[in-house]
């Protein structure tokens, strides 16, 4: 593996005009509309053969072939350029991004289901395409990085593909209001925003995948192992609210860092997208709304990520409390 993307996604997917970068407006607008709605051709029940290759025809047809080297990047002034600059994500949004592709592929390349494989596959490759967007726009706005940590296999293929899995579902939910906000407020650049609106909504498709392969997986699992799998996904939810708390970051020696970055922003970001202040129970309702139009196109028999979205909806009756 891996098998390239030529080979992943045949025509007619429209694939090698969009790679060439000869697209016109139309053809963009039209794989944009495609990213956004797919439905089933035939029943499925969850955690069946048609389930899995349902998943895998919503993955492969809502594919968008844009190319990160003919993204426009608008010029900023300098007020908008500093306030990108600034924002502390840039080092962990690459990082993250690597880790993700490596993590995907190597679980395509243990899986023993070939249809999953290759959806997998493909969620590995645009994870690396990703990367390949903030590079280039790291590059356009002369904001510097770190030197990259060398990005490791994974001996334990199925923890790291949860891990990634579950992180994306939680940043995800949290990213769509954010970028919402932004959009808004137009604290950023209106041509901006809209240059990241694919990888946004790639996103969604991403976690959409996770959550369809998930239910998949627990029914395949043989009835002795689903203790251990379940007791797997708990540890997963346990070690992503360490990490969140910030406990991993304070075991890197305290070295300091030539830019503080914040491994929590699509969670208390919004003053970083925004120069409106904007409650906690605004921007989860924020949230909630981008979370349910992102999804709404998708045929409603594929599952949704559920967790962070149901925390959310119990929590904002609280908020709006608070804030009264």
Request: glycine share 6%.
């Amino acid at each position: 593996m891996s098998a390239t993307i030529e080979e992943l996604l045949p025509p007619p997917f429209g694939l090698a005009l969009a790679l060439r970068g000869e697209a016109d407006e139309a053809t963009i607008a039209a794989a944009d509309a495609r990213a956004r709605h797919w439905q089933a051709d035939a029943p499925f029940a969850i955690g069946s053969d048609a389930h899995r290759d349902a998943c895998w025809a919503m993955f492969r047809d809502t594919f968008n072939p844009y190319k990160p080297s003919i993204i426009d990047w608008p010029k900023l002034d300098a007020q908008a350029r500093e306030r990108l600059i600034n924002l502390p994500i840039w080092d962990i949004a690459v990082q993250t991004e690597g880790k993700a592709r490596l993590r995907m592929l190597s679980y395509a390349r243990a899986s023993a289901d070939r249809v999953w494989g290759k959806a997998v596959e493909l969620n590995g490759w645009e994870e690396g395409r990703h990367k390949v967007v903030l590079s280039h726009l790291v590059a356009a706005y002369g904001i510097a990085l770190e030197k990259e940590p060398p990005y490791i296999e994974p001996r334990d293929t199925e923890w790291a593909y949860l891990v990634t899995g579950f992180s994306e579902c939680i940043d995800s939910f949290f990213a769509f209001g954010l970028f919402e906000l932004a959009r808004r407020s137009a604290f950023f650049p209106p041509e901006l925003v809209e240059t990241f609106e694919p990888v946004i909504q790639e996103e969604a498709r991403h976690i959409l995948l996770f959550a369809n392969w998930l239910a998949w997986h627990r029914r395949h699992i043989p009835w002795w192992r689903r203790p251990w799998f379940e007791l797997r996904v708990l540890g997963v939810w346990a070690f992503l609210a360490w990490e969140r708390m910030g406990i991993a970051r304070g075991m890197d020696g305290g070295k300091p860092k030539p830019r503080a970055q914040d491994n929590n922003f699509t969670i208390t970001g919004s003053r970083a997208v925004s120069d409106v202040d904007v409650s906690a129970a605004e921007l989860m309702a924020i949230c909630l709304a981008e979370n349910d139009r992102r999804f709404a196109g998708y045929d409603r028999r594929l599952l949704r990520p559920t967790t962070t979205p149901t925390l959310a909806r119990l929590m904002l009756p609280l908020l709006r409390w608070v804030k009264k």
